[in-house]
């Protein structure tokens, strides 16, 4: 009795030990196939798994390489040579990996009610992501001739993978990856071209059927790129209008842009794609016809052929040195080294902080010293950058200016920049000559960093809309330097055309005292640049001939003598230098009146 329980127990170990192996085995061999099946480790992995007796883990190793990612094309070839390997020693290999692969290309089902569509985006996007990977290994059995035809069929195995999947979908394009990795991978053997050759791996009658799918479904892609195409420029259309009225964009309206360009170029890229390999013209995506207008000032046509477009562009600038001056601007991007564009990778310019006497432990005296060094560096920094800037009201000419950025890139940090910012903008309302030359160094320095420009525009614009905010009727010199700035920087293409053609707007709404100079300042500074150019010429053209507003002239206030005295005193006379004086006029006044 004892031995036949020490015989079963045995027994019992020795299965235990056996599906143990067997379980490990199984774990293995799907491990191992899935994380080897490439062409770096075809050898090793052919040879174990010709080592092993895999009778029993059949369907492990089917999954394992029905699921497993292609990175490169080299990577489908291993794994259609193990599969070939595998096909020669079981025979239920074969049947169970193309039923696999069939299953895994099956069209997507109806999705589930109540799914976001993000979610469902994203649900596609794994599915396509997994059948580009089927797809392009069930072909390459096919034309090894492991997956065959099924006999008596009336439509051949690829054939009909690729009408499920592709014919149905002419409407929503969502398998539009799998027809650009059909194209693109596979167009020697199965797509017909111009004055082909029969292929010898697959039947006249195959190729000439999946060559009739791929074309009837780029006719799709192309209805939906012009479709695409139009939309898109229905969108910008539509912010340019909103930019010119209200200055800005929204967000969400920038965000649609955004999402339907991104649509467009991806559906543009597979069109081209698949086009050429096709050998059939694109679809011809037409812009919006141009707007041709006569007007008391000229003739302006948005379809202007070449010849006249450069004819215009030529008449921009009143001579060849007003060209030079704006459009030759030195190339500093490639004269400054790589390592002096400040990255703002923690490089803020900002002085690091002291250390304490509870900070300073043993073995940092190292630290100090770097500290103390640092220091030393950023004040003789500091010292170079004020010699430049005192340069800045002497730098009357393009070579001077042009020497001032190549010195200031040695010196280019957040710091600086905000410095130059605010100096640039100091120029005195007396120096209105020195402002070309601060805008060709606005535009030089924004070639390596385009922030400089950014800042010192919502500055203008900031001001520009702080003083039409008031009303008031004082400082026409400063809101003349003020616009000045803006035009010049419109002409070095610093100033967005959109916000220069806002300004222009505000001005001519409220076409009365200071703005009356202010329009004739900002015309006189970059008026013949906007209605030369072929891109504004309309636009400048119809605002430049728009009628004055619909609404009722403005009546002056009357003031008393004596309240024109004290405006005169408070506007006029007030300074630091005569406060006092000011002052005890003031309080003469009758207060009690």
Known sequence: MAEESSDLLKTQQLQARVALRSKNLAAFVSRQVK?????DQFTSLSKELLSLKLEKYISEVVTSISEAKFKKSSDVFAAAEICSLLHQRYAEFTPLIVSTLVKQLAPAAPPVSGLSAEQKEKDDADRIARQKNSLRLLCELYLVGIAQDTPHAKESLITQILKDLLIPDREKL???QLALVFAKFLADPFILKENDVECELVTMPVRESTTSIITEYYKAISKKLVKEHQRVRMIEHTNQEHLMRDGKIHETKQERLEKATKTYEKLFSVAQTISEILNIPMAELREEEGVTRISSIGISDGNKDKDDKESNANNIWEDEESRSFYEDIFDLKSWVPPILIDKEKDNSGEPPSPLTVEDTEPGKST???IIEGDTKKKSSTNAKLDALLTRLPNAMNRDAIDQIAKDFSYLNSKNSRKKLVTTLLAVPRSRLDLIPHYSRLIATINQIQPDLGTTVVDELEREFHSRQKKKDQFYLEEKTKNIRFIGELTKFQVTPLPKIFHCLNVLLEEFSHHNI????????????????RPDTNV???????CNPPDRPAN???????IELYVRKLVYFDLSKKNVEKCLKQIRKLNWED
Request: net charge negative.
């Open 555 to 561: 009546v002056m206030k009357d003031y008393s003598p």
């Open 367 to 369: 630290e100090i010293e």
């Open 35 to 39: 994380t080897s099946l490439t062409q």
């Open 539 to 545: 636009r400048t053209s119809n605002m430049l001939d």
């Open 517 to 532: 100079d202010l329009t004739c300042s900002l015309l006189e500074t970059c008026g013949r640049y906007l209605f030369k």
């Open 174 to 176: 969502v398998n539009l």
